[in-house]
């Protein structure tokens, strides 16, 4: 039988007013800004973010500061506020290869045009806690350089004029670029879409992945061609200009991963290219995204499919945190009714079992509980 | 013929470089600006201001074909002056008011007794960016790796 | 004008003066209408597009039409400053490709194209359909059809005025292809009458 349950406004009530106060903590101290979240927290807002793919950091930090520093409830908040928005139109693509450079690194070629140029990263940091922290002491201003002002070619561009890398991703002509916030997912995907889903996929879970090819479950051989940091221009088209106007810059960061592969019949022995690009400073998130574009591409380069990172509908299907966290948040609400079911179930099915085995009725405190 | 079409495309591309430094000026020089226009014209709203999505698209390896990263707040205006001209202004973000002066600016862009006006307050955002920029610039080339090679031990 | 395209003052004005309240009338119009087929509808809200398009339709328009949505559009509507109208107000793409379009607009006189020619849907996906909204002379005084089927108590009486006189034949065929097909909207003025693919309609006797 089913019943419907009702009641728990005032505990609910209660409760969002606990939370409110638990959010907000001890009030000797100052409540902590959206600019100060935006300006020292700038790597979670950068996360929340890139997850929640909706560029703004004020909103982000806002989602921050909303869930407690809970990451995925801010990523989640973010893109529920980004539903309510009407959407002006499509970007020109942007165009990293003018982006203005914060960081640039390369592990394939040490002396390449432009230079390596490390950035604020925490690479050749030594993982202590640091006591001036605390002391909140003065930080020193940077130093500066005369900065050449000299292109930053792409290192794909120093391969492909050798002719040892594959162009970049073409799709078919007259292929307009799909979109999972408007269209339902339908597999398999072209690649434009994989990279859709996974530039807002969630970094634990990409990681993880990019983390079993290395050990050897799709392994592909990957070197960091270039990972680049830094604004790039955003542009729209307005028809009612007949040209495009920029809308400021946006940071991203993006990683170019460059695989050795021993060719097929189809394609000569060359260097395969895995590709990352994500909202705001985040490094780790674009090499495992690379990572993970190569390991998809398996089949477009005659691969055997033997690794979970070359599964394109268990990958693209469990990628996206918000979706996740959904379905396995889901099972806390009350199943009060479905649970009665399994519960009625085994019972009957102990009790056949007892009387099949002579074993005696066990008088229980079994209604303790309805 | 060829005159009049370089007309143009000089027109167009000068209109897109105030157009997209407005974007990147922020609320308080462009209130600053407008506080110095003389005399203030009539702006009548057409749509907006409004905040929305713009899909920002990136490039399959960096420049094959696009491919949808994720969307951007951007908030636009449209103002048309008592004069007839239509401004646009569209900025990232949801600062409603910094859109609906950017459009009021591009409008008067196109009024020849407000162009130097408009023309100062460009300048002055651009070299406000351009310093910023340098600055920066100059503190990514300060972490600029000098390789150093070193004797090898079979020498 | 080289790459610079000049665009009639028209296009910027005839919007909704009151976009959310506006806008939010005109769907809950449309939602009753498509569901009491038949039934004569007040908008609730207009617009003032350029002509050739109506008031009604342009407020239906600015009410469904987003970038998601192609819109296709007759000779006459394409040849005017609507496709400048509808893409600065609702970013909607006009497509010269029938299937592609999840609109129609057909303004009052215009001739209605086969409804086959559109998107029908597919059997899994029937929703990926054209809605077409065709203005007309009139809701009442043409021919009188019966209209039968889900959101009409057994049976409706109703008599637009100014369809084709091949109407019927073209919706006896959309309605055989259920669940795919297109739904219709039809406007007079600032009223509408919904025809979705379920109804079903027959010539009245006598």
Redesign the interface.
Known sequence: MYVAVKGGEAAIANAHQLLADRRRGDRSLPAISIDQIVAQLGLAVDRV??EA????R??AALAVRQARGDMIEAIFILRAY?TT??????????D??SM????RISATY??LPG?????PTFDYTHRLLDPSLLADEPVAE????????SSMM?V?DILAGEGLIE?????PED?V?????REPLEFPLN???R??AL??GDEGFLLALAYSTQRGYARTHPFVGEVRIGEV??E?D?P???????????Q?T?C?MVNQFQGSAKNPPQFT?G?G?V?GQSERKAMAMSLVDRALRAQEFGEDIVAPAQDEEFVISHSDNVQATGFVEHLKLPHYVDFQAELDLVRRMRAEYDARNGIEKNETIRDAAE | MDA??EN??T??SE??RA??LL??ASTEELQAGWLVIEPKPEVHP??GP?????????????????????????S?A?V?LGS?E?G?G?????DREKARLAAIFDSLYQRPEHRSAVDLLIDQVESRIDAE?????????????D?FTMVRGDN | ????TEIH?SA??G?FTDPVFQSQSVFRALMDAMARPGTITPLGATATPPAPLGAGAGAIALTLCDDGTPVWLTNALSHSSVPAWLS??TSAPVTAVKPEARFVFIEAGGVVPGFDQFALGTQEYPDRSSTLVIEIASLTGGPEFVAAGPGIKDETILSPKGLPDIFLTLWTENRGLFPRGVDLILVAGADILCLPRTTKLRRREG
Not at chain 1, 53 to 56: A, C, E, T
Not at chain 1, 100 to 103: H, L, P, S, V, Y
Not at chain 1, 240 to 250: D, Y
Not at chain 2, 52 to 67: A, H, Q, Y
């Open positions: 973010m890139a793919s909706l560029y703004d004020e909103l980004r928005l009407p959407r002006f139109g499509m970007s020109v693509p942007v990293t290869a203005k450079i914060e960081r040490k002396d230079g390596q140029l490390l950035g940077p130093l500066r350089r005369t900065a050449d002002g792409r794909s162009s970049d991703g073409q799709m292929h670029p799909g979109d999972l916030t690649r434009d879409l990279l859709q530039a807002r221009e955003v729209l307005i009612e200009l007949g040209f495009a106007v920029s809308l400021g810059p946006v991203v993006e170019q290219r590709y690009l909202f | 009049i079409k143009t495309g027109a167009v209109r897109k157009m997209g974007a990147r057409v749509r409004e905040t929305g999505l713009v899909m920002v698209r990136g490039r399959i390896g960096g420049g094959g074909d696009p491919f949808n990263l994720g969307e951007a707040t951007v636009r449209t048309r007839g239509i646009h569209q900025v990232l973000g949801n920029d340098r600055k920066h610039a100059e503190q990514t080339a300060a972490t600029r790796v390789f | 004008m080289g790459a610079h003052a910027f004005a919007a600065f107000h």
